[in-house]
């Protein structure tokens, strides 16, 4: 194999890891897309809650996530210009907030509970039921998240990343970045519905 051979083959398989990344989340996308319009077409029962607050830990919730790709995208800024060191600091920092972001949840939830919302029993309803659903389904995405970032942050310090060869990294943060938008559309579509 000459260079330009092996320099095809490897655009090849970015691209293919690329497209796959893509695929999956395509393939999640439709999921919530189905679970937000049951939440609609249910939205039409007798026993749908006209009003329905959203518990303020679900706001605070979505500037913690927003923060932690705000630090991943400036982590990749830093590991573009060689900066190794501060990429280690802003991916653990990303962990981190993950871990805030899912502690404000769970606070969310108490919330709900706390409002005489309950997932189930004599006092449950649909509507509720779809919210802790999503909730749930969108803090398993998150789970999945922070598995990739640690497998970032490991292939990061064993130094596989440089400003030349930054696909993991790049498919780490990708996916990131799509749970956190993810969350944002769930929350501006409980607001709005």
Do not use: C
């Amino acid at each position: 194999m000459d260079m330009s051979q092996d320099t095809e083959l490897m655009e090849k398989q970015i691209r293919a890891k690329k497209m796959m990344l893509w695929f999956g989340i395509i393939s999640m996308v439709m999921g919530f897309a189905g679970w937000t319009s049951a939440f609609v077409v249910s939205s039409n029962r007798k026993d749908w809650l006209e009003s329905f607050e959203i518990p303020s830990a679900f706001w605070y919730s979505a500037a913690v996530i927003m923060l932690s790709s705000a630090l991943l995208i400036l982590a990749k800024k830093q590991l573009l210009s060689g900066q190794g060191k501060s990429v280690t600091w802003m991916l653990l920092g990303t962990l981190m907030l993950g871990v805030v972001f899912a502690y404000l949840q769970f606070v969310g939830f108490n919330q709900l509970i706390g409002m005489g919302y309950y997932l189930t029993g004599p006092t449950s309803n649909v509507t509720i039921s779809f919210v802790y659903l999503i909730a749930a389904v969108h803090l398993v995405h998150l789970a999945a998240g922070w598995i990739s970032l640690a497998v970032v942050l490991i292939q990061h310090l064993k130094g596989r990343y440089t400003p030349n060869n930054t696909l993991g990294f790049e498919l780490g943060v990708t996916f990131w970045h799509f749970v956190d938008l993810l969350w944002l559309y769930l929350l501006l579509f409980f607001y709005f519905f």
